[in-house]
């Protein structure tokens, strides 16, 4: 932590070695997040580096009093936003890039592309989210930051945070069934979780005959 | 009834995308172009940092010098050499601190001066031009041609595309280098002006025939040095100049990225830019409607709407493989649109990547 303000400091100082250590560092974090919120797009090195672009240009805004990191993210969701709005102008192209998805080495072949293919569905889901509920929902189901740091990363109150959280979950749920990869797992889950292949109702009738 | 199946599938799906790790980035390259920030040599970022360290020392006047570039936005329909390279988002923010100016509240003749900041000038619906730190010009028109004069340094345009043939320009001395719609750097160096593509193409001419240019052509990316012996006199000039100096062919052709971009010391791109997509497949949508409107007969009133989707993988070299249209086309409108599928091409990218664009085809 202070070794990060050190760094920190140094940067303002114009200290272009310390910029390096600290884009070094938190390269990785940036670029999850970016990825995540941009849903695995081609364009996701431009996204990065614009995100250093800003912090290098914005780090003599930055106050000590706040974490670095949660700087750091609420610069990384303001670029990316402004991306997505930028995108949105231009024409939508359907895109099926070749190894853009990292490999996932601990399934078998069709467990792989299976969840490949519904990460990607996932993504086309969280991408219908708007922007407000998709970020919240990012930060909190997959990055997994608490919704008091949420309400500073996107400078809303914790409880608006909340509510953005539960319309988000709510929304997914609605349109998950618009995506055949997700579908066919909740019918698989809803199948493992009642013992039939059935709709949930005959499910419920299982499990209350259950002991 | 609550949805479980959904609730458990939502669950473990965000469990999966949580579980990616993030890919690895060119991180180097993207180091460097992050540093190149402090470096205060007047130039682009994105310019070579060896590339004639001594241009912007130089204050020569133009005299004598003349030619004029002008945009060839409407380039052969099927000419399909045409290639965007991704404008280097962001790259000018990296400078310290950035100014804007309201272009079109400055009075014709008002100087602009850069000077350790990039000043962003914007005429509103019309263009938007950037002087680079230490760079000065002032507004010579602002006219039917709106027209900025760069005294030093360089400076970056931004046209909105407009019908007219020259609605923008930037005069380098005598050399005027106007332009109806694409984005281009101009430096000036000494005797020469330097001009550098990134979007759409340009025709390098003498001044003498304005609005109807001929002379070099610059197709993005690519960029070249220009000068001519007079107002009216031969151009001469060398294409890719700054950006391979090792090819110095005397001819438009040699500004024509055939060799792989990164083998020109450009950034590439991991897949083909939006614009880049954008940019080949309108010209595939446009010649497509032109082939169904001419192969299907004519019906009267009855107004026929076909919809397809165009699939294609695109090579890392830009090359593009199996494409096809989904459902197919007729024979005769498919034969007809061979050639614009084989023409296909884009920048050069890392991985390439799969895409399709719906179309609409109306007779």
């Known amino acids: 932590m202070a070794e990060t303000d050190d760094l920190v400091e140094r940067c303002r100082a114009g200290d272009q070695a310390a910029f390096r250590e600290l884009f070094r560092r938190h390269r990785s974090d940036v670029t999850r997040l970016a990825q995540r919120m941009v849903g695995g797009s081609a364009d996701l090195e431009d996204v990065v580096q614009e995100v250093f672009l800003q912090v290098h240009r914005s780090l003599k805004d930055f106050r000590a009093e706040a974490r670095f990191s949660t700087w750091l993210y609420r610069v990384t969701v ?20 070749e190894g853009g998805l990292p490999i996932d080495t601990g399934s078998l072949p069709d467990e792989r592309a299976g969840g490949r293919a519904r990460v990607r569905a996932f993504y086309r889901l969280l991408d219908r989210l708007s922007d407000k509920k998709r970020t919240v929902f990012v930060l909190h189901e997959i990055e997994g930051m608490a919704p ?18 539960f319309y988000a979950r709510r929304e997914l749920v609605q349109l998950l069934r618009e995506e055949p990869a997700l579908a066919m797992l909740a019918d698989e889950l809803s199948f493992a979780t009642t013992g039939t292949g059935d709709d949930p109702a005959s499910g419920r009738a299982s499990r209350k005959e259950s002991p | 009834m609550r949805p479980r199946g959904e609730i458990e599938a939502l669950r473990q799906v965000t469990r999966e995308a949580a579980a990616d790790a993030p890919p690895e980035l060119d991180w180097e390259r993207m180091e460097q172009r992050l540093l190149v920030a402090n470096d205060s040599r007047p130039r682009w970022p994105s310019e070579p940092r060896s590339a004639r360290p001594a241009l912007w020392k130089s204050r020569l006047a133009l005299a004598g010098v003349a030619a004029t570039l002008a ?21 000018m923010s990296a400078l310290p601190t950035e100014r804007d100016i309201d272009g079109d509240a400055l009075a014709e003749g008002a100087v602009v001066r850069a000077g350790a900041e990039l000043v962003h000038v914007r005429h509103a619906g019309r263009a938007t031009w950037t002087l680079g730190p230490g760079s000065v010009a002032h507004l010579a028109s602002r006219g039917e041609f709106l027209t900025v004069a760069l005294d030093e340094g360089v400076v970056r345009s931004r046209v909105v595309p407009s019908p007219r043939a020259e609605s923008f320009a930037v005069e380098v001395g005598a050399t005027r280098v106007a332009v109806h719609g694409t984005v281009f750097s101009v430096r000036r160096d000494g005797d020469q002006a330097l001009v550098s593509v990134t979007e759409g193409t340009v025709v390098v001419g003498p001044l003498a025939v304005r609005g109807r240019t001929e002379g070099f052509s610059l197709p993005a990316p690519s960029s070249g040095s220009f000068f001519a012996g007079g107002l009216a006199g031969p151009l001469q000039g060398r294409a890719a100049e700054f950006v391979a100096p090792a090819a110095a062919a005397p001819s438009p052709a040699a500004a024509s990225p055939e060799s ?7 950034r590439v791109p991991g897949a083909p830019s939006d614009a880049d997509l954008e940019r080949v497949t309108q010209l595939v949508a446009d010649g497509v409607q032109q082939c169904f409107s001419s192969s299907t007969s ?5 107004r026929v709407t076909l919809r397809t989707t165009l699939r294609f993988s695109v090579q890392p070299d830009g090359s593009v493989v199996s494409p096809v249209f989904d459902p197919p086309l007729a024979p005769a409108v498919h034969s007809c649109a061979a050639p614009l599928l084989a023409d296909m091409r884009f920048s050069a990218s890392r991985r390439g990547g799969k895409f399709s664009r719906k179309l609409d085809l109306q007779r």
């Not at chain 1, 997505?84 to 102008?89: C, D, F, K, L, V």
């Not at chain 1, 740091?149 to 945070?161: M, R």
């Open chain 1, 78 to 97: 303001n670029v990316v936003l402004m991306y997505r709005r930028a995108a949105r102008s231009r024409p939508v192209f359907s895109e099926a890039p």
């Open chain 2, 298 to 302: 004519q019906g009267g009133d009855v």
């Open chain 1, 148 to 165: 008091t740091e949420i309400a500073k990363v996107v400078a809303a109150p914790v409880l608006t945070v909340r509510t953005r959280l």
């Open chain 2, 71 to 91: 945009v060839a936005a409407a380039f052969a329909l099927f000419g399909g050499s045409a290639r965007v390279q991704p404008v280097p988002r962001g790259l």
């Open chain 2, 260 to 266: 792989p971009a990164h083998a020109r010391g450009e």
